[in-house]
């Protein structure tokens, strides 16, 4: 795959670690649910290195008076990506406990793989904040395309996306589609299936995070 100016892909051994026990077919819910969470945590703290709204204010320690950064309240927007993107709002949530959360809800058609926009909620005034949208698989790349233009379309401007592991279809169609998104991957897998599946991946996440196969 190109390298994009727009792409991260993490290579830590702690994320490595953690991945290889998520693709594990035999890895239970619980363990599945609570994993999604660990990556997203540390996937946060560097993707969100930049770009974050900080705010001065004044500290008294013991010896003097100082002036110090802290974030800004309401830094940030978390947008999940129904149904697997919800796995990875606490994660985010950790690391910012008072960032809102907007929903998109989409499912990929299973035979044109085109996704299905069916819900959308999204906080007043995110136009202005920093949006986080995150879903654990970057297949095809439709859905993430769709769930940015429709941001882009209420008029966010600043757009970072998370996801846990990516296809190099997909990395480069938002990539190319989005130049001006920041995208984050944790791991680039080899290719897609014939039904648009990630290989070798982990199979369906929506699945894996709710049990419902
Ligand atoms: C999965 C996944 C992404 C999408 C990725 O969702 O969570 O949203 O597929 O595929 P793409 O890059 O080819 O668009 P799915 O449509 O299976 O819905 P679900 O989360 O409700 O299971
Ligand atoms: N969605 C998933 O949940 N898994 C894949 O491999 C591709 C899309």
Redesign the pocket.
Known sequence: MENFKNVVIFDHPLIRHKIAILRNEKTSMKEFRELVEEITTLMTYESLKEGVPTTEIEVKTPLETCRQQIVADDAIVIVP?????LGMVNGVHVLFPSAKVGHIG???NEET?V?ETYYCKLPTGIEDKLVVVV??????????CDAIQLLKDKGCKHIKFMAIIGAPE?VTKVATTHPDVNIYVSTLDRCLNDH?YILPGLG????RLFGTK
């Open positions: 990506i129904l149904r697997a993107g989409m499912y990929r793989l996704p879903d654990p698989m970057l297949a095809t790349g439709g859905s993430a997909g648009g369906d996440a929506g699945d």
